[in-house]
């Protein structure tokens, strides 16, 4: 901890991955930890890990990286939380995001970017950008986030690190700030496959307080790394490797397939032909859901209230215009407008029907397949302010990682080599609650 503390004391200066560094509280934790020992329970025992700051913590700072949230303190810790401390493990801090976990740069934050950990011009992706530039910096071990379209895979591929999103249901969302209720999944960014995966253990598995997560028992995830993944059936969908994919990604993603040919995997080109529906599927789903998430954020319950108001509608209205940013505005506005009477069945309803065709997709490969790979994300990092005025293309980043989330499956990205001095990811995907299987084959390609 003290070293993790070092670390990002120097190296934090120029990510800028932190929004809230819990140094005397980690201390603590840390003194507790080496009374306490390791223990069958306590598998973390003095590991420090940081948490997105959408995640709440008891007594911590927790702002979804918005204004609105300003001197937000929980007074209670969110499952994830409460299990890490559970298992010993040293929280050391909240990580910088896009606000509400809008984006896919970690531009949209109030309190200003983060920067890639390999290049500080370029963005480290989003909405974990935070958490993904703090491992790869070695600030931190380990950090978890939330991924609703991609936001843990899409930053894990831009910084050259592993992160997965479990299956929909698998890791509790209780305490998780709500985006996309039906989308949004809590996970882990390590260096290492098997940190990740020891992460997940202790975080994952049925909670009473959310009724989505799966009764499922976890199982042991180092125990399923064995590193054979001979026979293993993989597919790879050829909408991943079209024409919005970098020439570059497309000859590392071939490169890692030839690699896990030679540890013994079959594998087939298949097709998933409602991936071109998946962005604009996924922006309207998600924006509704947000638009009536963030109806909560009113001036009365928490953090931020605009000063000098007249009446209560005012106290509504000024906070919200002067406490949401942009994209967070642009969200309610489209969700809103999706969910509304005489709108509803050309937009939201329609949405909710084809993503039932984009889960059809993968269930039918998953008949015949264990395992479905493409690239994490159609290009490397790009420049800090490249896209962040243009919506649609920053939308478009997201289109590999987005079916997923719609689907509810597992998914990760493991690093598969640079493209022009920047790391690009390998995305595997796998049938609802085979995290297992994710881990053995990155583990056995890394
Ligand atoms: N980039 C996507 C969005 O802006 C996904 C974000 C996420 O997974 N939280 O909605």
Do not use: C
Not at 241 to 248: I, K, R
Not at 357 to 375: C, E, H, R, S
Not at 394 to 414: E, F, H, R
């Amino acid at each position: 901890t003290a070293d993790t503390l070092d670390q990002i004391q120097t190296k934090d200066k120029q990510t800028k991955a932190f929004i809230t560094v819990a140094a005397d509280e980690a201390k603590k934790q840390a003194a507790a930890a080496d009374t306490q020992g390791i223990t069958a329970d306590r598998q973390l025992a003095g590991i420090p890990i940081a948490i997105k700051d959408n995640i709440i913590t008891d007594g911590i700072l927790t702002t979804a990286a918005s204004k609105i949230l300003t001197g937000f303190i929980p007074v209670y810790d969110a499952t994830v939380t409460s299990r890490l401390k559970e298992a010993g493990a040293v929280l050391v801090g909240k990580t910088n995001m896009d606000e509400f976990a809008m984006g896919s740069s970690t531009e949209n934050s109030y309190y200003g970017p983060t920067h890639n950990a390999w290049d500080l011009d370029r963005v480290p992706g989003g909405s974990s950008g935070g958490s993904a530039a703090a491992v790869a910096a070695g600030e931190v071990v380990a950090a978890l986030g939330s991924d609703t379209g991609g936001s843990i895979r899409q930053p894990a591929a831009f910084n050259g690190i592993f992160g997965i999103k479990p299956t929909y249901g698998r890791v509790s969302r209780w305490g998780l700030i709500a985006f996309g209720s039906s989308l949004d999944q809590i996970g882990v960014l390590s260096r290492r496959v098997k940190d990740s995966a020891i992460v997940l253990q202790q975080i994952a598995g049925q909670d009473e307080n959310d009724d989505t997560s799966l009764p499922a028992l976890v199982p042991d995830y180092l125990a399923a790394m064995d590193g054979n993944i001979k026979g293993l059936r993989i597919a790879i969908p050829e909408e991943y490797l079209g024409e919005g994919v970098a020439q570059g990604v497309r000859d590392a993603i071939e490169k890692a397939v030839d690699t896990l040919k030679k540890l013994g995997a079959t594998v087939d080109t298949v097709s998933l032909p409602h991936t071109k529906y998946a962005v604009p599927t996924y922006y309207l789903i998600a924006s509704s859901e947000a638009s009536s998430n963030l109806q909560r954020f009113d001036g009365i319950r928490y953090g931020f209230r605009a000063k000098d108001v007249k009446n209560l509608e005012d106290v509504y209205v000024r906070t919200r215009s002067e406490g949401f940013g942009d994209e967070v505005k642009r969200r309610i506005m489209l969700g809103t407008f999706s969910l509304s009477a005489g709108f509803y069945d050309a937009y939201f309803n329609k949405a909710a029907k084809v993503r039932h065709l984009i889960q059809d997709d993968f269930t039918k490969v998953f008949a015949d397949y264990d395992l479905i790979v493409g690239p994490t994300t159609p290009t490397p990092a790009f420049k800090i302010g490249e896209k962040v005025n243009d919506p649609v293309t920053m939308y478009m980043n997201d289109i590999l990682t987005i079916p997923a989330n719609l689907a509810g499956i597992p998914a990760a990205s493991v690093p598969a080599g640079l493209v022009d001095g920047m790391p690009v990811g390998l995305q595997l995907m796998a049938k609802p609650m085979a995290e297992a299987t994710i881990f053995k084959v990155a583990d056995a390609f890394e």
